[in-house]
């Protein structure tokens, strides 16, 4: 479906295991990705999920390494509980799968491992990342896709 | 004419043979590529043909391969029937050429050749892609021009 | 001034000299520029004058060569009495200098030198580019701009 | 907080020495850098402060050398009092710091030493510019983006 034709009756509740408790149709396939980050980062109230171009270069870039490493930045102040340019941010991957519940697990482990993480990427699909609050997921995004893509033009570059 | 000034009233409808049947002006001389689609995927109600950075690039690099191939990506299920992001779409690349009676013939063998694409470059010329409704089609756009760019990128990052 | 904010009252009408005829104000230093383009292309009835990311880098990557080429591209049709995508265009690449008495008359010559261009470069300065009307003066600018950045691409892709 | 969602309510008026004078909340970490700025040019009226792809990468790039040097473009002469593209102009980088007293007194100094700079650049942080109004200050920014972006584009084309 075409997300710029989305409006508030296509919005679905679902309950921790999943299920729809209010709204019409299907749950997504990847619900059990978001239930997994409620569990595991209690204080989380929204998630957002994007396929973007340069998340999907360095998840892929980055793949074999299994993390993108962000440093050095002040926009990684946009992130919480940062507090310096001088913090260093491993964005965790995982290999895609069309097995969400093998996925899910792996998520739930990445998670545990990574407990300051604030966002996990898919690789060559996607981000998730979260926040106490819509504003603070959103804020999280903009950090993050902005520091993937000035990542990514450096690392390509041939300089600095 | 500017695309951006385009009315109802400057719509022309055709038959299968190309031939104005309702609206004023002439056909444009790349209807001929149009009925073919529509002859060899008799499922189609909308074609789109876009000219693009990104898919006028990849059509010009992989001009002697003869096709582009996305394969990995999660977007790829953005393109009808495919289900898994381990797909592999080749998008065939015809030569481009100004006599559209040829180019026409080699698009139909194509389309045969390759009965599971979901589009066809032409060479530092375009995008035809199509659909079994208008938002299909548009969704199959958004798709292929979004690896288009990805796959562009990645190729000439030098990394990963 | 920052064009976001011109209105009409702004504007300024002058002779073929470069005297200002009505409105009030100054004529810009580069209209001695746009007379001689009046005077070498009768039949110009618009210019357009671009500073853009990249036709200032395709100026300055072939300021050398003294032209960029583009060739091979279907969107050489959106430049008057180009039929096919076989064509050359050379775009001549002026340098720059603020002298614009000295710049008009090189301009002249370079539009004497190559009497089926449809547009100049000034190198790491912009673009000039004409029509019969605004409107194929901007299809001018629009299909030169997009050549440029796929050019501008390719060359520096390393690939096709 | 999103600067999308700013209103006037927002805005905080602040004496020299940093102190809130009139508004609600308090003063970012970031005022002693504007009012360094506001002390050592006193013609200055306004200060932008933004942080972009490209001022992002040219200050990691060039933060050993110590400055992005721009020169032989037309579009310096959106910085005031610069009459032609033969001007060089070099944009001081600071190291970032969290400690904003120390990063104050080398701001400071730097732009002595710098009498004629029109902007400065913290490293992967973003770009300090300003003007003798808030229009000038704008065109400051946009011509120094611009640049940032084109010299950016330029240095890792392997080209010209």
């Given at each position: 479906?075409?997300k710029?034709?989305?409006?508030?009756?296509?919005?679905?509740e679902?309950?921790?295991?999943?299920?729809?408790?209010?709204?019409?149709?299907?749950?997504?396939?990847?619900?059990?990705?978001?239930?997994?980050?409620?569990?595991?980062?209690?204080?989380?109230?929204?998630?957002?999920?994007?396929?973007?171009?340069?998340?999907?270069l360095?998840?892929?870039?980055?793949?074999?390494?299994?993390?993108?490493?962000?440093?050095?930045?002040?926009?990684?102040?946009?992130?919480?509980?940062?507090?310096?340019?001088?913090?260093?941010?491993?964005?965790?991957?995982?290999a895609?799968?069309?097995?969400?519940?093998?996925l899910?697990?792996?998520?739930?482990?990445?998670?545990?491992?990574?407990?300051?993480?604030?966002?996990?990427?898919?690789?060559r699909?996607?981000?998730?990342?979260?926040?106490?609050?819509?504003?603070?997921a959103?804020?999280?995004?903009?950090?993050?896709?902005?520091?993937?893509?000035v990542?990514?033009?450096?690392?390509?570059?041939?300089?600095?």
């Amino acid at each position: 479906m075409d997300k710029g034709h989305l409006v508030p009756a296509h919005l679905l509740e679902i309950d921790m295991e999943g299920r729809a408790i209010a709204g019409r149709g299907k749950p997504s396939a990847e619900t059990g990705l978001h239930t997994v980050i409620y569990r595991e980062r209690p204080d989380t109230r929204a998630i957002l999920h994007v396929h973007t171009i340069w998340n999907t270069l360095l998840s892929s870039m980055f793949a074999q390494t299994g993390h993108v490493l962000l440093e050095g930045y002040e926009l990684l102040k946009g992130l919480s509980e940062v507090i310096t340019h001088e913090h260093q941010e491993r964005v965790p991957i995982l290999a895609n799968s069309q097995d969400y519940a093998v996925l899910a697990d792996q998520l739930s482990q990445t998670l545990r491992q990574n407990p300051r993480a604030h966002g996990v990427l898919l690789n060559r699909h996607g981000l998730y990342t979260w926040g106490e609050s819509a504003a603070e997921a959103r804020r999280h995004l903009e950090a993050l896709e902005f520091l993937f893509e000035v990542e990514g033009r450096r690392l390509t570059s041939g300089i600095g």
